[in-house]
């Protein structure tokens, strides 16, 4: 029988308050022997034994992203941000296009919690419970809430960095003002901890591999997103911004991604409407 949500929700609590201790002593958090291990303990186990099968730098950010709007529980969307040799930034793994758009958002604009992690000097954690009035990023936070999004949470990923490797940061985003405490806070950071020591078991992470898979898949999202914007604008008379606008409410609505979405009307436009 699948857990259900009672039983996620106190292991969640029981879990992250040995990790709360284990993150405030240095140490790995551990169960008494023989003790049995709730879901959130089984999921960071699968991924742990998942991680270590990992062959390449991309595979391990890709599983990691995926574990992140599985366990952390205020999650919407999830991304990783790396950081060049020469300070530039890149996106090369997410759950969502909408989370690339952010990322990018803070890249432009030269301010944001990604980008204040992802620096070997900065902190371990930045983040935002009101991304409408974040004080810390006053040009960022307000154009995020405009595109839907009420907190963020970035937490350091290869803290320990040493050239050829790159700097990074885990984001996390959640729809909803205040939708990240700091549960949320110590999952992310056993998150980031195992990204990191996986990494340092796969060979340097090759930026320009990473931005070409990257790339890859940003022009096979945008065409399919383009062909749905497309099919809206012919079907509703919308000019290109109210037909990109159309579909994030409507996958935000949905519940679904925006790119699975996109695919959806480009290939059954016949039979489908948005709400």
């Given amino acids: 029988m699948p857990p259900s949500d009672e039983d996620w929700s106190l292991d969640r609590t029981r879990f992250t308050a040995d ?57 919407d969307l999830v991304s990783i941000t790396l950081r060049s040799r020469d300070g ?13 758009e952010l990322d990018q958002l803070q890249y432009d604009l030269l301010e944001g919690p990604c980008l204040d992690v992802a620096d070997p000097a900065g902190p371990a954690v930045a983040s935002a419970p009101d991304l409408a009035v974040a004080v810390s990023w006053p040009r960022f936070g307000p154009k995020a809430a405009e595109r839907g999004m009420g907190a963020v949470l970035s937490t350091a990923l290869l803290p320990d960095v040493q050239a050829p490797r790159l700097s990074g940061a885990l984001n996390i985003y959640s729809r909803e003002r205040y939708g990240l405490d700091q549960t949320d806070q110590a999952v992310a950071l056993l998150l980031a901890t195992h990204a990191s020591l996986a990494l340092a078991h796969t060979e340097a992470v090759d930026a320009s591999t990473l931005q070409a898979e990257q790339l890859r898949r940003a022009i096979n999202s945008r065409d399919v997103i383009g062909q749905a914007k497309g099919i ?21 609505h949905l519940n679904v991604k925006l790119v699975e979405l996109a695919e959806t009307i480009a290939s059954r436009h016949s039979e489908l409407d948005l709400p």
Avoid: C, W
Wanted: aromatic content about 4%; overall charge negative; hydrophobic content about 45%.
């Fill in 232 to 252: 809206l604008m012919a079907r509703r008379g919308l000019n290109a911004d109210e037909a990109f606008d159309l579909l994030r409410h409507s996958s935000q």
């Fill in 88 to 100: 530039k930034f890149h996106t090369p793994v997410e759950t969502d296009p909408i989370a690339i």
């Fill in 19 to 75: 990790a709360e201790k284990a993150i405030a002593s240095g140490q790995v958090p551990t169960r008494d022997h023989g003790a049995p291990l709730g879901p959130l303990a089984q999921q960071f186990a699968t991924l742990t034994y998942s991680l270590l099968d990992a062959a390449t730098a991309g595979e391990v950010l890709q599983q990691i992203v995926d574990a992140a709007v599985r366990v952390v529980p205020g999650a």
